[in-house]
């Protein structure tokens, strides 16, 4: 192992543990352990198992403010929402 890699490991993991403490990034570094080490999350070198697609999205919407991102606005009802694309 080449020397400099053992200090780019020692930073990089200070630098994940910072950014686990900013509340403005979503952390999924755990994400394949919340998911389970029994149930298929990869398909191949490129793809992800189309539950396990469905999980991560269900992981950063969780965590998205939509009142944030358009503060001019009225919350959306999401009630109403069917899934099909509309023009605004």
Known sequence: MP???GKWRT????????MRQDGDLIYLGDLFERWGTNR?????????SPLFNE?????IAK????TALHPDRLPLDLSA???????N
């Open 40 to 48: 298929k999350a990869i398909v191949d070198e490129l793809h992800y």
């Open 11 to 18: 930073n990089a993991q200070d630098l994940y543990a910072r």
């Open 3 to 5: 020397p400099e890699f």
């Open 81 to 87: 929402a069917t899934g099909s694309r509309t023009e």
């Open 55 to 59: 999980f991560l999205a269900q992981a």
């Open 63 to 66: 965590n998205i403010d939509l």
